[in-house]
């Protein structure tokens, strides 16, 4: 039984080291990058399907062009993952990730000025579970972040790339 009880202990804690390690990381992010991530948290939480509330867990890819004046154009390829908390859980810190759920890979493209993203153009968020996630949709997501006007005569967004 005490090794039972052991063994429940090392798995809660275990877990609890992982959500913080997400927590973290979202921390660790630069301000402009949050942002994107909490766009791409929102629109997810508003989809109906979605039970569960979701965290970031990864950073694939960012990319970004000062262009001046305050101005920055980003890219940012990212994973989320879900918890065993619900959808609206007021208390996402405390919540556990699930691992028997496929991430959630999502790509965002934005202006930002001032560290606030800018309506126009607008924001290009794009999430899908992975398994979903097919080559076409990736060429698809670069190209239209490249179309939106983000280079204004400089070089592309994705040409940019810092971490």
Do not use: W
């Given at each position: 039984?005490?090794?039972?009880?052991?063994?429940?202990?090392?798995?809660?804690?275990?877990?609890?080291?992982?959500?913080?390690?997400?927590?973290?990381?979202?921390?660790?992010?630069?301000?402009?990058?949050?942002?994107?991530?909490?766009?791409?948290?929102?629109?997810?939480?508003a989809?109906?399907?979605?039970?569960?509330?979701?965290?970031?867990?990864?950073?694939?890819?960012?990319?970004?062009?000062?262009?001046?004046?305050?101005?920055?154009?980003?890219?940012?390829?990212?994973?989320?993952?879900?918890?065993?908390?619900?959808?609206?859980?007021?208390?996402?810190?405390?919540c556990?990730?699930?691992?028997?759920?496929?991430?959630?890979?999502?790509?965002?493209?934005?202006k930002?000025?001032?560290?606030?993203?800018?309506?126009?153009?607008?924001?290009?968020?794009?999430?899908?579970?992975?398994?979903?996630?097919?080559?076409?949709?990736?060429?698809?997501?670069?190209?239209?972040?490249?179309?939106?006007?983000?280079?204004s005569?400089?070089?592309?967004?994705?040409?940019?790339?810092s971490?």
């Open positions: 039984m005490a090794a039972r009880l052991l063994l429940l202990l090392l798995l809660n804690l275990g877990a609890l080291l992982l959500t913080s390690e997400a927590r973290e990381a979202y921390s660790e992010l630069p301000g402009s990058y949050q942002r994107g991530v909490d766009l791409a948290l929102e629109q997810l939480g989809h109906a399907g979605i039970q569960h509330h979701f965290l970031y867990f990864r950073s694939i890819l960012k990319s970004d062009i000062e262009s001046g004046f305050n101005v920055i154009y980003i890219y940012h390829h990212f994973y989320l993952k879900a918890t065993k908390c619900p959808k609206g859980t007021l208390e996402p810190t405390r556990e990730f699930r691992n028997d759920r496929p991430l959630i890979d999502c790509a965002v493209c934005y930002a000025f001032n560290g606030e993203i800018e309506p126009e153009p607008k924001p290009y968020v794009h999430c899908v579970h992975r398994p979903a996630l097919t080559q076409e949709m990736k060429t698809s997501r670069v190209n239209h972040c490249n179309r939106l006007g983000y280079s005569g400089a070089p592309t967004l994705l040409a940019s790339t971490n």
